[in-house]
């Protein structure tokens, strides 16, 4: 397992920059930089790590690894940096069923977690825990848009997504908001590459309308595929489906596509429009929702981390709970059960002036959308 990446300290104008932290902080980073799922981690590391930077402070250090998208060597990295390298922090992890092998352990053993992606259902009601921290989202809350936004001109939909647990969860939250017919609820193989048969039945449906989860590169194969196939029949996602780091593959078949999201590259504000310059200027690209929330994750952790001793975990928890960042996505708050509370968006993949494609907000879906499992967190 090869470190990828140690501290990183360049100073760049940022709220927490000028601030010294109580005390040092460690922080393991594991994510998936190797595979079909590498565009996702990748821009998970970037949106981190440029935050980092921008703090400028020598007294944090990232150790990063990647987990090539297996449960197995995400718990052998994370014992290792618990154990040997002694982190203070978890984060990074970008699929589920990884996080759900690694998350619990963590926790237990007295260590924050702050996710910057995944978020199963199940560490959000009644396993969640004062160590776990979510700066992404829920898992069923993007999919909760889309159904949604379902019922304004669809009757019957065909709904897909990859069997594991952020699959499950975001057909679950399709259909708690969708009131039209599911004529067929699909679950494919994680890592699948053909969806010759998912295509064939969707073309013998009868659905007026299609809702596929597929990150990464499930989203790329499925919808060149797609384009191929003749089929006409409209198609819907969650921002995953349709993110920065995946259409430049896609290419114009995507285009036309709606997704929700909870920031977009067109956000009139002037901490969104830093906040893509930056990540321009540092990348030489534009970056995707990941590399927002990642980038979110971070500078939590760094506005924690000037207040409290990250050692002081009552004082620490505290300090994260307040969410005393600026965020490119708008207002953001965390529920009870430490998951955020903030808005989604509709979106469409458009062609840029650049002729680059990108995502562009059409409308409002949900003002400061909660998870349906807060309710059931006793914390």
Not at 118 to 126: S, V, Y
Not at 151 to 165: C, H, L, R
Request: charged content about 20%; overall charge negative; proline content about 4%.
């Amino acid at each position: 397992m090869k470190k990828l990446v140690s501290a990183a300290t360049l100073a760049l104008s940022m709220s927490v920059s000028s601030l010294a932290f109580a005390e040092p902080v460690k922080i393991g980073m594991i994510t998936t930089l190797s595979g079909g799922g590498a565009g996702l981690g990748i821009d998970t590391r970037d949106g981190f790590m440029l935050a980092i930077k921008q703090a400028g402070n020598s007294e944090i250090e990232v150790i990063t690894e990647d987990d090539g998208q297996k449960p197995e060597l995400a718990v052998q990295i994370a014992d290792k940096m618990i154990q040997s390298d002694q982190v203070d922090i978890l984060t990074g992890i970008v699929w589920s069923n990884l996080l759900m092998a690694v998350a619990p352990s963590a926790v237990a053993q007295g260590k924050f977690y702050v996710s910057t992606n995944a978020a199963p259902a199940a560490l959000a009601g009644e396993n969640c825990n004062p160590l776990y921290f979510n700066a992404a989202y829920q898992n069923d809350n993007l999919h909760e848009a889309m159904g949604e936004y379902a019922n304004k001109d669809y009757k019957k939909m065909f709904i897909m997504a990859p069997n594991y647990p952020a699959g499950k969860d975001s057909l679950t939250g399709f259909k708690r908001f969708y009131k039209g017919e599911v004529g067929s609820e699909v679950y494919t193989q994680v890592g699948q590459t053909d969806y010759a048969a998912e295509i064939a039945q969707i073309r013998a449906s009868g659905a007026d309308g299609v809702f596929a989860f597929l990150p990464g590169g499930m989203g790329i194969a499925f919808m060149k595929q797609y384009a191929q196939s003749g089929v006409n029949i409209p198609i819907m996602g969650p921002g995953f489906s349709f993110s920065q780091d995946v259409l430049p593959a896609i290419g114009d078949a995507a285009l036309g596509a709606k997704a929700s999201g909870q920031w977009a590259p067109d956000f009139d504000t002037e901490v969104s429009k830093k906040f893509l310059a930056d990540f321009k200027a540092e990348y030489g690209r534009l970056p995707s929702i990941y590399a927002v929330q990642a980038y979110d994750a971070a500078q939590l952790i760094l506005s924690a981390a000037a207040k409290a001793d990250v050692k002081d975990t009552e004082a620490f928890r505290a300090e994260l709970l307040k969410a005393d960042i600026q965020s490119p996505r708008g207002d953001f708050k965390f529920n009870t059960n430490q998951h955020p509370i903030q808005d989604i968006y509709l979106t469409e993949v458009v062609k840029g002036e650049d002729g680059v494609l990108t995502n562009k907000t059409v409308e409002k879906i949900f003002d400061d959308h909660e998870d349906a499992y807060a309710k059931d967190c006793k914390m």
